[in-house]
């Protein structure tokens, strides 16, 4: 089945920088790749989304690339803000298969 | 529209007991999933329900079910309870687009002792 592995598990930047969280997928066949944030004592909310035709896409200051030769995707954010500060979610499917999630990435910005 | 609701939000049960989650998800939505959370196996499927039919199941033990309502309401339950099981549960929703994957959308979840 799909394996999805998120690096880094932390990261800390300052305020103003960017951040960058990197997943790699295993089954080539996945073709829907979502990224969830989730704060203290709430659940992941969706934050963009791409799909396997598609190589970027952006929304504001947040951004994601999929190569999908490599079999890997990533999440960028420009301008950190202290309310980005989070854990964000990775994940991967295929059809109407389950998500599959990363482990997560804990997002510190430091003010 | 409302977001996706679960109650209760907190729960402490104690081992070899049973406990049922509710989750009712955003109107028009016609799936619901659900996963648990844990810090060292991060978010896990558990199943998934379509027209009161389990579409999808997880690797979990059978002592994890669920149903659907014919309102797309959705409870799962967690017999005989063990202290491995205490978790966030969290329900998700989701139109079905044919076709395409369908996004889905996280309640809050519901936070489980077991004692």
């Known amino acids: 089945g799909e394996n999805v592995e998120q690096h880094p598990s932390t990261l800390s930047v300052q305020e103003g920088d960017s951040a960058v969280i990197k997943c790699t997928y295993s089954?080539?066949?996945?073709?829907?790749f979502p990224w969830y944030k989730q704060e203290l004592g709430k659940g992941p909310q969706l934050i963009i989304d791409?799909?396997?035709?598609?190589g970027e896409k952006k929304d504001q200051r947040i951004a994601v690339t999929l190569n999908k030769t490599a079999k890997h995707f990533s999440l960028h954010i420009t301008e950190t803000q202290p309310e980005d500060s989070a854990v964000y979610f990775c994940?991967?499917?295929?059809?109407?298969?389950?998500?599959?999630f990363g482990k997560g990435t804990r997002l510190s910005v430091i003010a | 529209k409302a977001g996706v609701t679960q109650t209760p939000r907190y729960l402490i049960k104690t081992r070899g007991q049973q406990v049922t989650l509710s989750c009712s998800p955003i109107?028009?939505?016609?799936?619901v999933s659900w996963y648990q959370q844990t810090p060292g196996q991060g978010l896990q499927f558990l199943f998934e329900?379509?027209?009161?039919?389990?579409?999808n199941k997880g690797n979990f033990p059978g002592r994890f079910s669920g149903r659907q309502f014919s309102n797309s309401r959705s409870e799962m339950n967690v017999s005989t309870l063990e202290l491995g099981d205490s978790a966030l549960y969290l329900c998700?929703?989701?139109?079905?687009?044919?076709?395409?994957?369908?996004?889905?959308?996280f309640g809050p979840g519901t936070r489980l002792l077991v004692l």
């Open positions: 329900y379509f027209s009161e039919t389990q579409r």
């Open positions: 994940a991967a499917s295929k059809g109407n298969t389950p998500l599959v």
């Open positions: 998700a929703s989701s139109l079905v687009l044919a076709g395409a994957q369908e996004t889905q959308y």
């Open positions: 109107s028009g939505h016609r799936s």
């Open positions: 791409i799909r396997s035709n598609v």
């Open positions: 089954d080539s066949a996945s073709n829907y």
